[in-house]
């Protein structure tokens, strides 16, 4: 609609464009304005504006035949007019014109050549026109054309169809606004830019600062030097330097994430984003989102645009912990990102490209998960090219003690205190227990012994049994003694989760908590202790 502080002239009207085009910052804005106000003008049926952008729809365009170039095209991406007896809209984006092909006909002629078109007093003659019958019921007059352009670069194509001709005054103001428009959209499109790189800034400082929470008091690399170790780092180095899809398997908590980063730091991509996504945290119906973003008003919830994981590691890497825990229905998709190297947002119709490498890591045995249905073959081949298992602490005791005295110092700090010494005792009594845990279980023994050791000398609280009985110890007790009844069953049981919460300090939830030392649900382990009575240890 015309702004009613303008007069209903089509020089005033033309000049009040012109102002409002400086004020428009969204290309979703400037454009409709345009054609909206143009098709305003006495004698104006149908203004269109078609822009150049990557082709999209190259398989079902109506005119391929015709494309030169199936690279780019023109896109109509703004339309305004009505039909001459008014009950025809032409504001769709959809129609059979939606593309032009670059230099043909003469929409496509002046986005490549870059001239101006025209053709004021002019008779339907089947050669000036795609649709002569059109333009003889419509009236159609004339015709003008120009071209987007900003700095040399043609940026798009501006057509306007005349049922009477325009004054010459009229014509020269359209120039003017066609001249305008290239810049405005130019301005538009870099205020855009700037918006996107502030939000991608906002995420990337969201994101950083949840990560330097995780990793408050975990050493900055890979610690150790015992032969397994080496050989580990060796497949690090080797697989770095490519772009290769590693996967990292191991048992929790024996560090699958540092191995990932030590990748991504030797890679020539280290200059970039290393972005994690735990699959294990992410809501089932979220996962989409999480991974490829959204548009404001996708869905209930999304109240603004919203970058995807993969946008967000854009020229960096995506390590993707606990892949094995991504639904089914959600692995096709990923699959397709990986192979395709493209993906839409939800609720935009937009293909963007992920120049991102991949990183997986799980505990899981997928080869496994892919023979009981619960995880795709192709995508299980597609992650593992390169696979690198790491091993648990217990098989790299010789690391034990530069692990032990690096936590000791970094927790020591943290908590502002003089670190305690390490002494032969304390080795001898780590490296006997065999850390179901692994590294991880290793940092909170060390963690609390720190906190512990404000009133007292440092002691490593571990558990007796699980120090000194090997799974084949256990194996041949089973085999000697006589079968438990229900109630000695029951004892062991508290026992057990008793030592368990006593290891993990009352931590039920999350990483390092009882539930996951157990393996188990901590719905489940909740009930469990309610059902045996078993009061949390304070922490």
């Given at each position: 609609m015309q702004d009613p502080s303008c007069p209903d002239h089509d020089l005033d009207s033309l000049k009040c464009l012109l102002l409002d085009l400086a004020r428009q910052r969204s290309v979703e804005d400037l454009l409709p304005l345009i054609v909206t106000r143009l098709c305003d003008l006495n004698g104006a049926a149908l203004a269109r504006i078609w822009t150049i952008n990557p082709g999209d729809i190259c398989d079902t365009c109506p005119m391929r035949q015709e494309c030169p170039d199936q690279t780019r095209c023109l896109h109509l991406v703004a339309s305004a007019g009505r039909s001459l007896d008014g009950t025809e809209d032409w504001s769709g984006l959809n129609g059979k014109h939606r593309r032009f092909p670059l230099g043909v006909r003469k929409v496509g002629r002046i986005a490549v050549t870059g001239e101006q078109l025209e053709m004021t007093i002019l008779k339907p003659d089947g050669e000036w026109i795609a649709d002569p019958q059109w333009a003889v019921r419509e009236h159609i007059r004339g015709i003008i054309g120009h071209p987007l352009s900003f700095q040399q670069e043609i940026l798009g194509v501006l057509f306007v169809f005349l049922r009477q001709p325009p004054?010459?005054?009229?014509?020269?103001?359209l120039r003017m606004i066609a001249d305008h428009a290239g810049a405005a959209?130019?301005?538009?499109?870099?205020?855009?830019?700037?918006?996107?790189?502030?939000?991608?800034?906002?995420?990337?400082?969201?994101?950083?600062?949840?990560?330097?929470?995780?990793?408050?008091?975990?050493?900055?690399?890979?610690?150790?030097?015992?032969?397994?170790?080496?050989?580990?780092?060796?497949?690090?180095?080797?697989?770095?330097?490519?772009?290769?899809?590693?996967?990292?398997?191991?048992?929790?908590?024996?560090?699958?994430?540092?191995?990932?980063?030590?990748?991504?730091?030797?890679?020539?991509?280290?200059r970039g984003p290393m972005i994690k996504v735990n699959c294990a945290s992410i809501p089932r119906d979220l996962f989409e989102s999480e991974f490829f973003g959204h548009i404001e008003g996708a869905f209930t919830g999304a109240v603004r645009d919203r970058m995807g994981r993969f946008e967000l590691a854009d020229g960096g890497t995506l390590f993707l912990d606990e892949v094995g825990e991504i639904p089914l229905e959600m692995q096709s998709k990923l699959l397709r990102v990986l192979q395709e190297g493209t993906y839409e947002r939800i609720g935009e119709e937009q293909t963007r490209h992920a120049d991102v490498r991949i990183i997986a890591a799980t505990n899981r045995d997928l080869q496994q998960e892919v023979e009981a249905k619960r995880f795709r073959q192709d995508l299980y081949y597609r992650l593992s090219v390169f696979p690198i298992d790491m091993i648990p602490l217990r098989q790299r005791k010789e690391d034990i003690p530069e692990l032990a005295a690096t936590f000791l110092e970094t927790q020591s700090r943290k908590l502002g205190?003089?670190?305690?010494?390490?002494?032969?005792?304390?080795?001898r009594d780590l490296q006997t227990y065999d850390w179901p845990g692994n590294v991880r279980e290793l940092q909170n023994v060390i963690e609390r012994a720190v906190i512990r050791a404000r009133t007292g000398p440092l002691q490593f609280d571990l558990p007796t049994t699980a120090a000194t009985v090997s799974p084949v110890d256990v194996e041949s007790a089973?085999?000697?003694?006589?079968?438990?009844?229900?109630r000695e069953m029951k004892q062991l049981e508290r026992s057990n989760l008793q030592a368990v919460l006593k290891l993990t300090g009352g931590k039920i939830y999350g990483t390092g908590g009882a539930a996951e030392y157990l393996g188990v649900h901590p719905a489940t382990l909740s009930s469990r202790l309610k059902a045996l009575d078993i009061k949390r240890p304070s922490r």
């Open positions: 004054s010459e005054e009229a014509v020269t103001w959209i130019a301005n538009a499109r870099a205020f855009e830019q700037i918006e996107h790189l502030r939000s991608q800034l906002e995420l990337e400082n969201e994101y950083l600062r949840d990560e330097v929470k995780a990793a408050t008091g975990s050493p900055g690399g890979v610690i150790g030097q015992s032969p397994g170790l080496r050989k580990i780092l060796e497949q690090v180095a080797l697989v770095a330097a490519t772009e290769a899809t590693v996967l990292i398997t191991g048992e929790s908590g024996v560090g699958k994430e540092l191995i990932a980063r030590a990748i991504h730091e030797q890679s020539p991509r280290s205190l003089s670190v305690p010494p390490l002494k032969k005792k304390h080795i089973n085999e000697s003694r006589e079968p438990l009844t229900d």
